[in-house]
């Protein structure tokens, strides 16, 4: 993973880089590893090479509010700049991961010296609320299979023509409470979707003949067009 490719780091300088490359630390953790907790102070900000990581935080009486799911190509934990440099949910490993930890000062530093760095990280950030947007909308206009769908297009190479493989983490509990479903209703929208787009399911495998078997699906409830305009991969 290069992190000269992220979106995120448009316009960051060679030094920025530099710094990165040269004090970045990367480690492989296990199923169940906390990162950081709600609140803690925040001396990092983390890429996925592998793996997965839930973002969440907690209610008062324990339960947890999923905020999002993240797969390999991510950067997660960077907001922690404007938050007084605490991080604003909880991260946790929830597949065995490789996860690459960066510097948060050198973020900083480079956003003040380099307005062009602080526009695009400005406007990667923009893109991240708008989805969140459009999330909301989707609870509202599209059914769970739909729901379903559009997920799993998110995690895929939207300009990918031809076959398509998604792997998802095996806890599905995972991604239903991160699309605000109980596990059995997910469980049943997802052989729904299966049986209504032809899509494969094995296990935690998910394939396809082409993209298209889920957008003439999923996409039709839904105010954008497919590609995604504000999609935001490998940024969190």
């Not at 906390?34 to 793996?51: C, Q, R, T, V």
């Not at 209610?59 to 922690?80: C, K, M, N, R, Y």
């Amino acid at each position: 993973m290069n992190l000269r490719d992220l979106p995120t780091f448009t316009n960051a300088s060679q030094s920025f880089f530099e710094t990165l490359e040269k004090e970045s630390q990367t480690v492989r953790h296990g199923k169940g590893k906390i990162l950081f907790l709600h609140e803690d102070e925040a001396a990092s900000f983390f890429l996925i090479k592998s793996g997965w990581v839930k973002l969440f935080r907690e209610t008062l009486d324990g339960s947890q509010s999923v905020v999002d799911i993240l797969p390999a190509g991510h950067i997660f934990g960077e907001t922690a700049i404007f938050e007084n440099d605490r991080y604003p949910y909880s991260g946790e490993v929830v597949e065995p991961a490789e996860i690459v930890s960066l510097p948060l000062s050198a973020l900083k530093a480079e956003i003040r010296e380099n307005n062009d760095f602080a526009f695009s990280m400005m406007s990667a950030m923009a893109r991240y609320r708008r989805q969140q947007d459009r999330e909301l909308e989707h609870r509202t206009i599209q059914n769970a299979p739909q729901r379903i769908g559009c997920f799993l297009l998110r995690l895929a190479d939207q300009s990918k023509t031809g076959p398509v493989t998604i792997h998802l983490p095996y806890d599905k509990t995972l991604v239903a409470s991160r699309l605000g479903m109980q596990p059995e209703t997910f469980s049943r929208a997802l052989s729904k979707l299966k049986s209504q787009t032809g899509i494969t399911i094995k296990g935690a495998t998910i394939e396809m003949d082409s993209l298209n078997q889920l957008v003439e699906f999923s996409c039709a409830a839904c105010s954008s067009e497919f590609p995604c305009k504000d999609l935001t991969a490998k940024k969190a």
